[in-house]
C-alpha cells in the first residue's frame, strides 16, 4: 500500500506528459489531428501550478481532473478528466491497497464507456484501461503482494495499449480511415499507457508494505 497524504503521483504524471509530449502528437499525427501531446501537457502544466503540498493524492487528482474537463480542447479533455475524476475515489483513506486502485480504475473505466460509447477493440484508451484492469484483477486474485500487482498492471496496460496497432479505429477522427487505421498505435491509448506505468511504478517504489 501506499500513502495518500501528498500530491506526488500527480506530479509524476504531470512530468510523464511533459517528457512524452511530442511523442504523443507524433503518434496521434499519424492517424488523427496531431495535438494529442500539446493538449495534454497543456492541462497538466495548467494543473501542475494549482498544486500545494498540503494536498493528499485525491484532491492532487480532483484539481488535475477539473481543469482537464475546463481547459483542454477536444474529445481528450473530458475523457481524462472523468479517468481521474473516477479514479480519485479509489484514495479515500490515508493509505491505498491494490484493491483501492483496482475500484478507481473500474470506476474510470464504466465512466469513460458511458461517456464515449467506447468498448475494447475500438482502438482507444479503453483497450489499454481494460487489460490493465483485468490484469491488477487477476494479480489480485492470485494472492499477488501489492508490488508485484502493480507490476501486473503495467504489464497488462502495455499488452492493451501493443493492441491497438493492429485493430481498425471505430471511434473519432481515426475512424474515417476505416482500415487505413490499421497498423498505428492509438494516441490515446498511448498516453493512458505511459500514465499508468507512472502509477505503478510510483506504487512499487513507495510500497509501504516493503519498508516494515
Given at each position: ?35 494529442h501531446g500539446n493538449n495534454m501537457k497543456k492541462g ?5 501550478e494549482n498544486l500545494n503540498e498540503a494536498m493528499g ?156
Amino acid at each position: 500500500m501506499i500513502s495518500t497524504k501528498n500530491p506526488q503521483l500527480v506530479r509524476q504524471m504531470i512530468a510523464t506528459i511533459d517528457t512524452n509530449s511530442a511523442y504523443l502528437s507524433e503518434i496521434d499525427g499519424y492517424i488523427g489531428d496531431g495535438d494529442h501531446g500539446n493538449n495534454m501537457k497543456k492541462g497538466f502544466l495548467m494543473a501542475q501550478e494549482n498544486l500545494n503540498e498540503a494536498m493528499g493524492i485525491r484532491e492532487a487528482i480532483q484539481t488535475l481532473a477539473l481543469i482537464l474537463i475546463d481547459d483542454i480542447g477536444g474529445s481528450m479533455g473530458p475523457i481524462y478528466g472523468t479517468l481521474f475524476r473516477k479514479l480519485s475515489m479509489g484514495f479515500k483513506q490515508d493509505t491505498a491497497n491494490e484493491q483501492d486502485i483496482l475500484d478507481g480504475l473500474v470506476k474510470s473505466y464504466d465512466a469513460i464507456c458511458d461517456l464515449a460509447g467506447a468498448k475494447p477493440g475500438d482502438k482507444t484508451l479503453i483497450d489499454t484501461l481494460s487489460a490493465a484492469i483485468l490484469s491488477l484483477q487477476a494479480g489480485i486474485d492470485d494472492g499477488l503482494t501489492f508490488s508485484a500487482s502493480m507490476e501486473a498492471l503495467k504489464a497488462g496496460a502495455n499488452r492493451g495499449w501493443e493492441a491497438t496497432k493492429n485493430m481498425q479505429a471505430r471511434l473519432g477522427r481515426a475512424s474515417r480511415l476505416g482500415e487505413r487505421s490499421v497498423g498505428f498505435y492509438d494516441a490515446g491509448a498511448t498516453s493512458c499507457k505511459l500514465l499508468i506505468e507512472t502509477l505503478a511504478d510510483y506504487c512499487v517504489i513507495n510500497d509501504l508494505s516493503e519498508k516494515k
